[in-house]
Nanobody, 119 residues
Framework: VQLQASGGGLVQAGGSLRLSCAGP????????IGWFRQAPGKEREGVSC??????????YYADSVKGRFTIFRDNVKNTVYLQMNSLKPEDTAIYYC???????????WGQGTLVTVSS
């Protein structure tokens, strides 16, 4: 299982980005997918998570991103997205996706995509 994260970039405060987490070679809808981030000098933190598509879908957001970020799936494209609006400089970090909401070492992780928000 290998995830591919993409969509990062440089954006001004108040702007938007959409991150993508693709899973070529496996069916992502059977997995919960979590987004995590790590800013320079800080520990990695959970940002958002979406449950598997088996049964009702549930989502989780860290308090710091509630109301600004939205996680959703496109099962046809086998991709999970993180729509990030109203970005703030403190959102600057490397963003990773993983095959769980817990972010365990044994999960499959994407390579990370850098988000930089300028003030």
């Amino acid at each position: 299982v290998q995830l591919q994260a993409s969509g990062g970039g440089l954006v001004q405060a108040g702007g938007s980005l959409r991150l993508s987490c693709a899973g070529p070679g496996f069916t992502m809808r059977y997995y919960a997918i979590g987004w995590f981030r790590q800013a320079p000098g800080k520990e990695r933190e959970g940002v958002s998570c979406i449950s598997s598509s088996e049964g009702s879908t549930s989502t989780y957001y860290a308090d710091s991103v509630k109301g600004r970020f939205t996680i959703f799936r496109d099962n046809v494209k086998n991709t999970v997205y993180l729509q990030m609006n109203s970005l703030k400089p403190e959102d600057t970090a490397i963003y990773y996706c993983a095959t769980s909401c817990s972010g365990l070492p044994d999960d499959s992780w994407g390579q990370g995509t850098l988000v930089t928000v300028s003030s």
